[in-house]
């Protein structure tokens, strides 16, 4: 079992910067796929970004590319995602998620989610 815990969200001007952290207890955090997902009101949870176990493997959605970088420390069981530029349109509930799977970026193939944590960028 992960239990998985995000921080870091907030209140930010467009064009501002956070950086999200995501830290999990439990065993075997190096061996998991981790991924970040959003969701907005009224829309469904989209994929933003995904780092393999590793960390060699990156993937991000179209929409934050160049903006957004998914790193991790597996010594401290931290994943985080720094998010430059910030727009009006990534204001969402943003979630941590983990994966048995060496790099997966579709919800249902996670295993582990964190409650979340909102991200609001006014204009």
């Not at 959605?61 to 720094?82: E, H, M």
């Given at each position: 079992?992960?239990?998985l815990?995000?921080s870091?969200?907030?209140?930010?001007?467009?064009?501002g910067?956070?950086?999200?952290?995501?830290?999990?207890?439990?065993?075997?955090?190096?061996?998991?796929?981790?991924?970040?997902?959003?969701?907005a009101p009224?829309?469904?949870?989209?994929f933003?970004?995904?780092?393999?176990w590793?960390?060699?493997?990156r993937?991000y959605?179209?929409?934050?590319?160049?903006?957004?970088?998914?790193?991790?420390?597996?010594?401290?069981?931290?994943?985080?995602?720094?998010m430059?530029?910030?727009?009006?349109?990534?204001?969402?509930?943003?979630?941590?998620?983990?994966?048995f799977?060496?790099?997966?970026?579709?919800?249902?193939?996670?295993?582990?989610?964190?409650?979340?944590?909102?991200?609001?960028?006014?204009?």
């Open positions: 079992q992960v239990q815990v995000e870091g969200g907030g209140l930010v001007q467009a064009g910067s956070l950086r999200l952290s995501c830290t999990a207890s439990g065993r075997a955090f190096s061996s998991y796929c981790m991924g970040w997902f959003r969701q009224g829309k469904e949870r989209e933003v970004a995904a780092i393999a590793s960390g060699g493997d993937y959605a179209d929409s934050v590319k160049g903006r957004f970088t998914i790193s991790r420390d597996n010594a401290k069981n931290t994943v985080y995602l720094q430059n530029s910030l727009k009006p349109e990534d204001t969402a509930v943003y979630y941590c998620a983990a994966s799977r060496t790099i997966a970026t579709i919800a249902s193939t996670y295993n582990y989610w964190g409650q979340g944590t909102q991200v609001t960028v006014s204009s």
